[in-house]
């Protein structure tokens, strides 16, 4: 069974820290690359950031390169998304996700069948 929990959502003021963390079971942090996307209200679920399939390489959405860090820990099957200078913008639910495929496309959702439940990260102005 592969089990995703994300944790460290809040309230920050732009401008602002967090560190999302998404804890995964040892056969999945082991056997699946994971990624990070978010959704707002009204809108669609968009890529964020997510590691390749050797699990070294990394890829960032445009929309927060530079200020969105990546990272993972092996000893506790945890990926997490520090997130820096935030924005309004980057307001919305962030979801973790582990991708089965081999050769599947890291920034497109259908490309990942797991999923976390998600938790809420709210930048105010």
């Known amino acids: 069974q592969v089990e995703l929990v994300e944790s460290g959502g809040g309230l920050v003021q732009a401008g602002g820290s967090l560190r999302l963390s998404c804890a995964a079971s040892?056969?999945?942090?082991?056997?699946?690359?994971m990624g990070w996307f978010r959704q707002a209200p009204g809108k669609e679920r968009e890529f964020v950031a997510a590691f390749g399939w050797s699990g070294f390489s990394t890829y960032y959405a445009d929309s927060v390169k530079g200020r969105f860090t990546i990272s993972r820990d092996s000893a506790k099957n945890t990926v997490y998304l520090q997130m820096n200078s935030l924005k309004p913008e980057d307001t919305a639910n962030y979801y973790c996700?582990?991708?089965?495929?081999?050769?599947?496309?890291?920034?497109?959702?259908?490309?990942?069948?797991?999923w976390g439940q998600g938790t809420q990260v709210t930048v105010s102005s």
């Open positions: 996700a582990a991708r089965t495929a081999r050769g599947s496309s890291v920034s497109i959702k259908d490309s990942y069948p797991y």
């Open positions: 040892e056969r999945t942090y082991s056997n699946y690359p």
